[in-house]
């Protein structure tokens, strides 16, 4: 069975919207960032995303071509969870609207590689809560937004989950990238 592998940044304090707009960090570990996204890319043959971080996506990776994350987020196949995305513009997007995470457990089943699920939301938390997301990638970036930031503590909403530690990796520039697989109850 594929698995589903959530990777986002995210701030010490919890942020996680708008990572393009955080204070740099340099590029001591550019290249070993890239390589290790293109890794996962590469390990999966479709991303899984909601309508908030499609939005963001859609108007950014269409505009871009020409290196190898571009070219494959441009023709990766995207399955969108939605109740209001009619129709998607970007190259092979399809959406999921009702009955969403039996959609889901059943794109899961098919042959294929993993799913990489950008973003960390309401598509996730209900991932977590109906045992369908294997693995959390937490790209800690060591930032305290603090009353710049305009989210309230981001998991409020999430129902109670288990991880055991699978690897951490500290970049040159202090973000530590956390693995975390995902326990299932039995």
Same mark, same amino acid.
């Given at each position: 069975?594929?698995?589903?592998? =959530?990777?986002?940044? $995210?701030?010490? !304090?919890?942020?996680?919207?708008?990572?393009? %707009?955080?204070?740099?960090? *340099?590029?001591?570990?550019?290249?070993?960032?890239?390589?290790?996204?293109?890794?996962?890319?590469?390990?999966?043959?479709?991303?899984?995303?909601?309508?908030?971080?499609?939005?963001?996506?859609?108007?950014?990776?269409?505009?871009?071509?020409?290196?190898?994350?571009?070219?494959?987020?441009?023709?990766?196949?995207?399955?969108?969870?939605?109740?209001?995305?009619?129709?998607?513009?970007?190259? =092979?997007?399809?959406? $999921?609207?009702? !009955?969403?995470?039996?959609?889901?457990?059943? %794109?899961?089943?098919?042959? *294929?590689?993993?799913?990489?699920?950008?973003?960390?939301?309401?598509?996730?938390?209900?991932?977590?809560?109906?045992?369908?997301?294997?693995?959390?990638?937490?790209?800690?970036?060591?930032?305290?937004?603090?009353?710049?930031?305009?989210?309230?503590?981001?998991?409020?909403?999430?129902?109670?989950?288990?991880?055991?530690?699978?690897?951490?990796?500290?970049?040159?520039?202090?973000?530590?990238?956390?693995?975390?697989?995902?326990?299932?109850?039995?």
């Amino acid at each position: 069975m594929r698995k589903i592998i =959530n990777s986002t940044y $995210i701030t010490i !304090d919890g942020a996680v919207e708008g990572p393009h %707009l955080w204070p740099s960090l *340099g590029d001591a570990a550019k290249a070993v960032s890239y390589d290790i996204q293109m890794d996962l890319l590469n390990e999966c043959d479709a991303v899984l995303m909601g309508r908030r971080t499609y939005d963001t996506f859609a108007s950014a990776w269409p505009t871009r071509s020409g290196n190898s994350m571009a070219d494959r987020m441009n023709a990766i196949q995207k399955q969108v969870v939605s109740t209001t995305l009619r129709n998607p513009t970007w190259n =092979n997007t399809q959406v $999921i609207g009702s !009955d969403a995470m039996e959609k889901i457990r059943a %794109l899961k089943a098919q042959p *294929g590689k993993d799913i990489v699920q950008y973003g960390l939301g309401q598509v996730s938390f209900a991932l977590l809560e109906h045992g369908l997301m294997d693995e959390i990638r937490l790209w800690i970036h060591p930032i305290i937004l603090g009353k710049k930031g305009t989210q309230s503590p981001h998991f409020l909403n999430c129902s109670p989950a288990q991880f055991d530690m699978a690897s951490a990796r500290a970049l040159p520039n202090g973000i530590v990238i956390v693995n975390y697989k995902c326990k299932h109850e039995a």
